[in-house]
């Protein structure tokens, strides 16, 4: 029976009991799943359930024709027909940061521009009941965030995930939203207006979830590392003690990011997680000028990784993309031109501009040169 990696890896998720922890176990110890699947069942037996076993041994009499193989064509033709990536870990794509972190997710399927997995990212988490102050700080920090450049990231659910995207948009800046299901079950169905927004503007759904998976308990803790995976650092605006809020920042902190939060009123039950954070090392923030302070020497770091990765392939098609970039290169010569000024030459909108700069830097048209913008010296 042929089946390409990507097949083998999408099958090898849909057993039962069968997930992210057996498939690295499986490749640390075989190498491959080619090999996994060729094992006899008395050595797979310490790696698969009695179940997962005999849908394998089934799937070696059947070859092709099992129906769970079908399942998963079926899968890969619906996604590529509706335009989404399939990313695996050998992909150009895969986030980099991610690829640090503890079991990381085999298969990304990604919803709009997948180039942004690999983008300076900030993630913006909190309550689903948040405080009309926690929505308001929410939306503000994230679109100031955006208007410096930092591509949003959180998890699209009720109260601070929403009002992070929708800060991103406010500002014409780029967002991500994490799943906790799959990539055809936006949850909560509510927001599918706002990740049909997140795509239009240039941003992705994200979710490493097969087609069809609803919206499990436990599938959203696993979400939030990747959440906090992607990104530079994790800022939680509102949160109780025992939260989802909080597992993230956990994540983060194991994953050597930093973790930033809003302090708040001792009478709000929602400031007690942001105060914990603090007490064990978090970051105080006041604003999003404390977030881009802290991490400008982590953003040089990251953009020279991009730039050191991508540049050949941006170099490989036209490197003036669109009429934004156009107008940008027009405004600029090779001494430094200040942010504020290049916004009143272009009459962009500050997000766009500041999304288009990196790109263009990316691409080695742009430098940055910390006081200002000028062209690439070729």
């Not at 679109?143 to 591509?151: C, I, P, Q």
């Not at 979400?223 to 509102?238: F, T």
């Not at 930093?258 to 914990?276: M, R, T």
Request: proline share 5%; with cysteine.
């Amino acid at each position: 029976m042929f089946l390409t990696s990507l097949e083998q890896t999408m099958l090898l998720l849909r057993l039962p009991q069968t997930g992210v922890a057996t498939y690295w176990r499986l490749l640390d110890y075989y190498g491959d799943l080619s090999a996994a699947f060729a094992a006899p069942a008395s050595e797979l037996q310490s790696f698969l359930k009695a179940e997962a076993l005999f849908i394998l041994q089934a799937l070696r009499n059947q070859g092709v024709a099992h129906p769970l193989v079908q399942r998963v064509r079926s899968d890969i033709e619906w996604i590529k027909a509706r335009g989404i990536h399939i990313i695996d870990t050998t992909s150009e794509y895969y986030p980099s940061l991610l690829q640090e972190v503890n079991r990381a997710p085999p298969i990304l399927y990604v919803w709009g521009d997948p180039s942004l997995l690999n983008m300076p990212q900030i993630a913006v988490v909190g309550s689903r009941s948040p405080t009309a102050g926690g929505i308001n700080n929410a939306v503000e920090f994230s679109r100031d965030l955006a208007e410096n450049g930092f591509t949003i990231t959180s998890g699209l659910a009720l109260g601070v995930d929403v009002a992070a995207h929708q800060g991103a948009l406010e500002a014409k800046g780029k967002t991500l939203a994490i799943l906790g299901t799959g990539i055809d079950q936006i949850y909560p169905a509510r927001h599918l207006g706002v990740a049909e927004q997140i795509v239009a503007q240039g941003g992705a759904i994200v979710t490493e979830f097969p087609l069809g998976t609803k919206a499990l308990p436990s599938n959203f803790p696993q979400r939030n590392r990747i959440i906090s995976g992607l990104s530079c650092g994790v800022l939680v605006v509102e949160s109780a003690v025992k939260s989802g809020s909080l597992i993230t920042a956990r994540y983060a902190l194991g994953q050597n990011r930093e973790v930033f939060a809003i302090p708040g009123s001792i009478h709000n039950p929602l400031s007690k997680g942001c105060h914990l954070l603090i007490r064990e090392g978090a970051k105080l923030v006041e604003c999003a000028d404390d977030i881009v302070e802290e991490l400008q020497g982590m953003l040089a770091f990251k953009r020279d990784e991009i730039k050191n990765t991508l540049v050949a392939k941006h170099h490989a098609v036209d490197p003036v993309a669109n009429d934004h970039e156009r107008r940008i290169l027009e405004c600029l010569g090779f001494d430094p031109v200040p942010f504020d000024l290049l916004v009143e030459r272009t009459e962009l909108p500050a997000g766009d501009l500041m999304s288009s700069l990196l790109t263009m830097e990316l691409k080695g048209l742009v430098d940055n040169q910390g006081h200002g913008f000028a062209r690439a010296r070729q």
